[in-house]
């Protein structure tokens, strides 16, 4: 049984089948590696999870509970964080403040009205800035942070949510090798903690991080297994045939 | 010289707050002429009306040219309680305008009136209950921008014709003069006089400081983040609508105050005060002093509604146009309005670092939301 499941989930924009009968356990405590063609409905998944669009049919289970069709502040607060495909921060606030707004833990208007200072979140604050290793940083606006920073500063506010489930779409795009690497160790150590489902096309990042590996195919599940079972299986071959990516 | 552009320096803007209101409290000292007491209260008024505009869209980023409704709404219960103050249950229940229009009993509605603390109470409650259920209905269906501010017209010209053609009840085209002063426990307030400039200059300092308060908390963080990308927000587990809402109506619940205040110090209600034109000078005001200045739009506010008593007896026929080309000026070049002028005259001032001064910023990472 896993954490989050995905049972039979299909969408359909107007006719064009994105997603078609598409199924995924993730079991908790493990980083899940999603793979797939350009187009193969690995976004429009996480999309579905955190409720950014409505699937079709099928249905979403977080703990056993059914999270379909909920509103995305609601599967944020269950415990579900996301980094987006295209990093998505406050470009013209700062580093800090961006970590600050992520701290969600109050969600209230009128509480967070009289909320100036919070120690709780200071401390949250300095441990995450430390693992992202963005504490030179806090002060200067996110804009300016070169886009492996900005990678890490998404990653970071996803911490400062601290969800149950961390969902990563491409977080190691346009990174150096040594940002690379640095990325993998930290999410070895997160998934000590934390349950991580993980979009990459880099096959090398794939192959330290992976605890399990699922392939996606023109919306459908082509396979699942560890990173050798699936190199070796002969269908995600040809699929990847001319579209290997990296 | 300056490490960082001291507009920014928060102690600094306090301040200047401070200073500022601490500054008009001395007015009623050097003068006392009634008329320009009354005067001086009214543009407290619009000092009010911009202060809810600048924290609506300037801070909160939601165009709202309907703000007339909610001041509007406040101005008419505020006017039927003192309406309601002359009348006698024995020998005159009705207001005289409900006589002529052949009313047998005093409306339903204008019952709550009989007593001042209900009247007021429902003159501030009604427009902010409004603003909660309009903007829960707009902003949970995700209705911003341009299309938020033509709905909220569009409901200023529903609200504007129901007043006018409810005759009996809101007499209408002619409005209600209520006859005596607004009298509170036995305390008569006196539209001539220097109480009511510095009642209503309390209440403007006031929510000043308490809204510039605000934007500094979390929440005013959370919602200069809905402004820069709503979408990403959500995902943080924030409900936007939720916090629109409440922008949304605590700046309708100041509108109706100073609709409150309006009334008692012209004594005086007509469905003018729901007119299109109207609201859409509020926004001028703020948008000329700088919407994202809480001083700023006030300032606006008492720069344009002075110069259009002062200077408009002579340009009367051009001021609108003067106006207006002052306003396509602002927005064309100085988008942050009069304040965003000082603030980037300050920057000026800052001694910039020698290595900072040669290299550009990074690269711009980061997007909205895409995908
Ligand atoms: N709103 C939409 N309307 C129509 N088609 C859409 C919409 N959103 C996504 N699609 C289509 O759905 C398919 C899956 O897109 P998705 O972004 O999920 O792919 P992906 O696996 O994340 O690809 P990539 O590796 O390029 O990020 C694509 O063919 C895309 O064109
Ligand atoms: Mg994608």
Redesign the interface.
């Known amino acids: 049984m896993g954490i989050l499941e995905i049972h039979n989930l299909s969408k359909d924009y107007s006719g064009t089948v994105v997603l078609n009968d598409f199924s995924l356990d993730v079991v908790e405590l493990t980083l899940c590696c999603l793979l797939g063609p350009n187009g193969a409905g690995k976004t429009t998944t996480m999309d579905m999870i955190t409720g950014r669009q409505k699937p079709s049919s099928g249905r979403i289970l977080l703990n056993d509970n059914d999270i379909t069709g909920l509103d995305e502040h609601e599967i944020a607060r269950r415990g579900i964080g996301r980094k987006f495909q295209v990093p998505a921060v406050f470009k013209d606030l700062t580093v800090r403040q961006n970590l600050e707004v992520a701290y969600s833990r109050q969600t209230s208007p009128f509480k967070n009205m009289f909320r100036f200072r919070d120690p709780g979140m200071e401390r949250k604050l300095d441990e995450v800035a430390t693992q992202v290793g963005l504490t030179q940083r806090l002060a200067i606006e996110a804009g300016t942070l070169s886009h492996g920073e900005t990678q890490w500063l998404e990653i970071g506010m996803v911490l400062m949510q601290d969800p149950q489930i961390l969902l990563m779409d491409e977080p190691a795009a346009g990174m150096t090798e040594q940002e690379i690497d640095k990325t993998s160790r930290m999410f070895n150590e997160l998934k000590k903690t934390k349950t991580l489902v993980v979009v990459e096309h880099d096959m090398a990042f794939v192959r330290e991080i992976a605890d399990v590996v699922t392939v996606m195919h023109m919306g459908a599940h082509l396979a699942t297994g560890s990173i050798d079972q699936i190199e070796a299986n002969a269908r995600v071959r040809e699929v990847y045939l001319g579209s290997e990516e990296h | 010289m300056f490490k960082s552009n001291p507009y920014h320096n928060k102690t600094a803007q306090w301040v200047v707050y401070v200073l500022f209101f601490g500054a008009l409290a001395f007015v009623p000292v050097l003068s006392d002429d009634a008329f320009m007491m009354n005067q001086f209260a009214t543009y407290g008024v619009f000092g009010m009306l911009a202060l809810s505009i600048s924290l609506c869209w300037g801070f909160g980023g939601i165009l709202n040219l309907g703000q007339g409704i909610a001041f509007g709404l406040g101005a008419y219960g505020m006017a039927m309680t003192m309406q309601m103050q002359s009348q006698d249950p024995e020998t005159s229940p009705m207001p005289p305008f409900m006589l002529n229009n052949s009313v047998e009993q005093l409306p339903l509605m204008w019952e709550p009136f009989w007593h001042t603390g209900w009247g007021i109470f429902i003159a501030l409650a009604v427009p902010t209950l409004f603003c909660v259920i309009f903007g829960t209905i707009m902003f949970r269906a995700r209705v911003s921008g341009p299309f938020f501010a033509i709905m909220s017209l569009a409901m200023l010209s529903a609200w504007y014709t129901i007043i006018l053609d409810s005759q009996p009840f809101t007499n209408g085209v002619n409005g209600i003069s209520p006859p005596a002063p607004l009298s509170i426990g036995g305390f008569e307030i006196d539209p001539y006089s220097g109480f009511i400039y510095w009642m209503v200059l309390f209440l403007l300092a006031a929510m000043t400081l308490i809204i510039k308060l605000?934007t500094?908390?979390?929440?005013g963080?959370?919602v200069?983040?809905v402004r820069?990308?709503s979408?990403?927000?959500?995902?943080?587990?924030?409900?936007?609508s939720?916090?629109e809402t409440?922008i949304y109506a605590v700046s309708g619940f100041i509108a109706a105050i100073a609709g409150c205040c309006w009334v008692v110090a012209v004594q005086y209600v007509s469905p003018a005060q729901l007119d299109v034109s109207f609201s859409i000078s509020m926004v001028i005001w703020a948008g000329i002093g700088g919407r994202m200045s809480l001083l700023g739009s006030i300032i606006g506010a008492f720069m344009i509604q002075g110069g259009q008593s002062y200077l408009g007896d002579e340009f009367l026929a051009t001021w609108l146009l003067i106006l207006g080309g002052f306003f396509i000026f602002v927005v064309r070049f100085l988008p942050k309005g009069l304040a965003g002028l000082l603030e980037s005259g300050l920057g000026l001032l800052v001694a910039k670092p020698a290595a900072e001064r040669e290299s550009a910023?990074?690269?711009?990472?980061?997007?909205?939301?895409?995908?």
């Open positions: 605000i500094t908390s979390k929440f963080l959370i200069q983040a820069a990308d979408e990403r927000v959500r995902f943080l587990g924030y409900s936007v939720y916090y409440v910023p990074g690269p711009v990472a980061g997007a909205k939301v895409q995908g």
